[in-house]
């Protein structure tokens, strides 16, 4: 089943297309991986499927409903959560909190219920609480949980990052470079982590630059370059694509 | 944080802090008249009301880290509510119980009206465009005596009626088991009971959903929204709660003072309770409370600067309310020198600076 859809995504900042007619399909249950070189517009892709900016032509189907003019915290509802490529974390708030955080769009207490505190807003609360240990535990960094974010190790920042968004409770989790700057160790430790949220039903797209990471995990992978997708398929198969090649060393020829 | 900790277990060493911290508050205008006059009961009452005020400020300001300039604005529309709908001006008597609510309610609404078209900006930017909204409040009410005369322009509105509760006015004197409390012991115990009321709800909002919230877009907007945060109405609640805050103090404001004008509610007034927030410690209602006590105490026990100096030099050397405003503003530049977190800071600001020493600890280390 297609879970999510893009259908002829462009995008220019000023002069510069940084996307050109964009179309990919994301199936179920799979980690799907989006590479190209720099400037390639992944980045801008993921931007515009999570509503921080409208795409000029084209659109998003996501789950068979197209994501019409979506704001960033409406794309969060429908079950769609996002790291960040530069990690964004509420760096002054305890890891904990930031799992909290994370559970907004998923509860409902208001400012009524948080001065009565009520019955129901404290069950709330209780839960919320409940299920952020829960997720520090799943990333496995619960010995985190009461301290603060910007004080956490860069590998561990990216774990925090990958929580805070499962806390939303996804069905499509959009990863920008998870691996960047991890070292062989915690990028193997970070595959694992995210094989088993594909076990547990999250769909996985994924920018990354790590080949190997890419070639280990993704069930499909496209391959955008300055602004087009030129390739898209199996590990295998995009890996001797000549078009791929040449973007990634340049022309044979030139 | 510990000692609150440990006597959150100890049930027997709370009730007796809480009775102790009760007795207190209910003796302080008793021990102010005693010990210092009269007037310091007028003083007490001030303080109270500011903490109102700088709690609703610190909404904005602490929890949602919005740069507020022009918050006196909503002071001034809860106190020129009161104060038109409770005074000859208009012949208009509405009782106090409808019109604290009111004041909440209309304040409110002005703080979504002016939130709305600045939820773009922030820092800096939001910054002037608040003070802009703010002035443009008071020009208003300075300016709005013609063609119809609404607000009385300069000359402000008089003769407000005091706070009473049926035929119990709170501006009379009144003896209760042979004492004889006056109207500032009055205002006193009802500007008492709300703040506590105030600070109750400021405790509440920050340990909630909501104070996360308002705490997430503080810290990152962008990952707020990506979280599913609706930043737009959760920066749109703090503005409206704060300014609700506001309101209702104004409206006391407007009935203990009996008179008010255009010229309570400049940019000054703005920048003090500004001042106030970010002198206690930014976010942390205890440090706010404290950056109020200070900023209202401190100008007032100053006054004592002149007949201190005729006594200890025989003459005035200095102007004593120069003098006044210049320690005023040394104390001030102090404590942000020594204390830029604040006097009291949250542990969230105290966490901030703590992390940028790092971070230039850090930068300075490298070759």
Known sequence: ?254 | MSDWEKLKRNPYAAWTAFILLAALLALLPFLADFFLGRSWVRILDFVLLYIMLALGLNIVVGFAGLLDLGYVAFFAVGAYLYALLASPHFGIHLPFWALLPLGAGVSCIFGVLIGAPTLRLRGDYLAIVTLGFGEIIRIFLNNLDAPVNITNGPQGVNNIDPVSFGTFSLYQAHRFIGINFSSVYNYFYLFLALTILVIFISMRLQDSRIGRAWAAVREDEMAAKAMGINTRNIKLLAFAMGASFGGVSGGLFAAFQGFISPESFTLIESIMILCMVVLGGMGNIAGVILGVVLLVVLPEALRYIGPAEQVLLGRIFVDPADLRMLIFGLALILVMLFRPAGLLPSTIRKREFETEDEAEAQNGARP
């Open chain 1, 1 to 254: 089943m297609t879970l999510l859809e893009v259908r002829g995504v462009s995008k220019h900042f000023g002069g510069l297309l940084a996307l050109d007619e964009v179309s990919l399909s994301v199936e179920s249950r799979e980690i799907y991986g989006l590479i190209g070189p720099n400037g390639a517009g992944k980045t801008t892709l993921f931007n515009l499927l999570t509503g921080l900016y409208s795409p000029d032509r084209g659109g998003f189907y996501f789950n068979g409903e197209r994501l019409m003019a979506a704001k960033p915290h409406m794309v969060a509802e429908r079950g769609i959560a996002r790291t960040f490529q530069n990690i964004r974390l509420f760096g002054n708030m305890s890891a904990l909190e930031n799992v909290m955080v994370g559970r907004h769009a998923r509860t409902h207490a208001g400012v009524v219920g948080a001065v009565l505190r009520d019955r129901r807003t404290r069950a709330e609360e209780a839960s919320v609480r409940a299920r952020a240990l829960e997720l520090l535990h799943y990333v496995d960094i619960p010995e985190q949980a009461n301290n603060l974010a910007s004080h956490l190790s860069y590998g561990d920042q990216r774990r925090l990052e990958i929580a805070r968004a499962l806390a939303t409770e996804p069905r499509l989790l959009a990863l920008d470079e998870p691996a960047a700057g991890m070292n062989a160790t915690e990028t193997g430790e970070l595959k694992r982590l995210l094989e088993t949220i594909r076990g547990d039903g999250v769909t996985v797209l994924l920018i990354e630059h790590d080949v190997k990471l890419v070639m280990d995990l993704c069930d499909r992978v496209a391959v955008l370059d300055y602004g087009k997708k030129i390739a898209e398929g199996t590990p295998q198969q995009v890996q001797h694509d000549p078009a791929v090649i040449e973007a990634y060393l340049g022309s044979v020829l030139a």
